[in-house]
T-cell receptor, first 121, second 112 residues
Framework: GAVVSQHPSWVICKSGTSVKIECRSL??????MFWYRQFPKQSLMLMAT?????????EQGVEKDKFLINHASLTLSTLTVTSAHPEDSSFYIC?????????????????FGPGTRLTVL | SQQGEEDPQALSIQEGENATMNCSYK?????LQWYRQNSGRGLVHLIL?????REKHSGRLRVTLDTSKKSSSLLITASRAADTASYFC????????????FGSGTRLQVQP
């Protein structure tokens, strides 16, 4: 199957600093990438949809100025948590969706990255 | 927002027993997918069932889908201790965004 990587796999930072998380589709082109957040013992909640070459679409309640998303190429999307605070500590997971022209699948199959655990002290 | 609920929230069984998890959702879907997540780890895709399918099998997994009731079930037969994990259903909705919408999850504990 298609592979999506995330970097870093975990990060610990001080309150007030910014953290960048990368999501890469390794062997396919992803027209759309999604960013999810998962708090302990909870489900995944969609934060934003990232389309290559255009602005991200954020879900209600997600601050776009705090969670900056850049999808500069068909294989890379980045999420930057700006001025991180302890309440931003969470497990961040990206997924990549191949376009129909990608040829891998004909349905909306998404491939998930392994996640990034962010701890803000 | 979450599409729906899963029940039970937690399930503890003995090795060799079957485990059944249920998922309900709210809107029309293209397909429904089940994922597994070990504690603190990423998601593992288990199985996808399309809206025009009623049942699907993959190894020890059996998934059913009832679109009239907007519900699905995941059955794991002959469970093993290694099946201990959280299981999530996720729906691909007909309208709106193309992101998957996840259920609340079931935490399965299989006792050896």
């Amino acid at each position: 199957g298609a592979v999506v990587s995330q970097h870093p796999s975990w990060v610990i930072c001080k309150s007030g600093t910014s953290v960048k998380i990368e999501c890469r589709s390794l062997d396919f082109q992803a027209t759309t990438m999604f960013w999810y957040r998962q708090f302990p013992k909870q489900s995944l909640m969609l934060m934003a949809t990232s389309n290559e070459g255009s602005k991200a679409t954020y879900e209600q309640g997600v601050e776009k100025d705090k969670f900056l998303i850049n999808h500069a190429s068909l294989t890379l999307s980045t999420l930057t948590v700006t001025s991180a605070h302890p309440e931003d500590s969470s497990f961040y997971i990206c997924s990549a969706r191949v376009g129909l022209a990608g040829g891998i699948t004909s349905y909306n199959e998404q491939f998930f990255g392994p996640g990034t655990r962010l701890t803000v002290l | 927002s979450q599409q729906g609920e899963e029940d039970p929230q937690a399930l503890s069984i003995q090795e060799g027993e079957n485990a059944t998890m249920n998922c309900s959702y709210k809107t029309s879907i293209n397909n429904l997918q089940w994922y597994r997540q070990n504690s603190g780890r990423g998601l593992v895709h288990l199985i996808l069932i399309r809206s025009n399918e009623r049942e699907k099998h993959s190894g020890r997994l059996r998934v059913t889908l009832d679109t009239s009731k907007k519900s699905s079930s995941l059955l794991i037969t002959a469970s093993r201790a290694a099946d201990t994990a959280s299981y999530f259903c996720a729906t691909d909705q007909v309208t709106g965004r193309r992101a998957l919408t996840f259920g609340s999850g079931t935490r399965l504990q299989v006792q050896p």
